[in-house]
């Protein structure tokens, strides 16, 4: 995919809600807004066109069937959805899990990205693929079956080299690291709350 950013921008500019952007209230115990993150979720998955390879399609579906899992949660109780956190508990009062299963599951999409980006930014001599790698290991692999693991490891080998990557997201290689940093901090405390809020025994079906 070329790349077609104005001079001196960077992919970060054409994604329609950056994780920068989603509000997280910290005197409601860190709840997490139900609109803009879904918006920075599905932003996020425009990172694996940039990555550039057919191989990722199955990482991009999987996160955005679990986006709209949650979405169609939303759509359905809007009142009682407006947080991520009062969207799980209140379909789980309902004994549905839906919307809830597709959060644990974007979550760990989520996790995997941040920390496969976090480990290639603060190691410059790694190749991409040697990060995703890493990371997919400690995030969705354990979860994954004998079926899915294959078609995540085509996409980890099929990664671009790493001075192709970060040329995609923009021109000027220093800006592109500044705007990723902000992106990637948001983008690793969003990942940090739920983590932390998921794994409450409330949480749970």
């Given amino acids: 995919m070329a790349t077609t950013y104005p001079p ?20 409601k115990d860190s709840a997490i807004s139900t609109t803009e993150f879904l918006e920075a979720a599905e932003s996020l998955t425009t990172l694996f066109d940039v990555l550039g390879s057919a191989a990722f399609k199955p990482v991009k579906n999987d996160m955005l069937g679990n986006v709209k899992k949650i979405r169609d949660r939303q759509l359905a109780a809007p009142a009682l ?19 809830t299963e597709g959060l644990v599951w974007l979550n760990r999409g989520l996790d995997f990205t941040a920390q496969a980006l976090r480990h290639n930014t603060s190691n ?19 979860h994954h079956s004998f ?8 996409a ?9 990557f970060y040329k995609k997201l923009g021109d000027d290689d220093s800006k592109v690291q500044a705007e990723l940093e902000k992106w990637l901090a948001a983008l690793e405390k969003a990942v940090g709350v739920l983590n932390g809020f998921l794994a409450r025994k409330e949480a749970k079906w």
Avoid: C, W
């Fill in 124 to 142: 410059s001599s790694k190749e991409l693929s040697d990060s995703f790698r890493e990371a997919y290991g400690k995030t969705l692999k354990p």
């Fill in 156 to 164: 980890m080998s099929a990664t671009p080299y790493r001075k192709d």
């Fill in 81 to 99: 959805s407006e947080t991520l956190q009062d969207l799980v508990l209140n379909e789980l009062k309902e004994k549905k899990h839906t919307a």
């Fill in 8 to 27: 001196g921008g960077t992919f970060f500019d054409t994604v329609k809600k950056s994780f920068v952007d989603v509000p997280v209230d910290a005197s």
């Fill in 147 to 154: 079926v899915v693991k294959p078609l995540f490891s085509a």
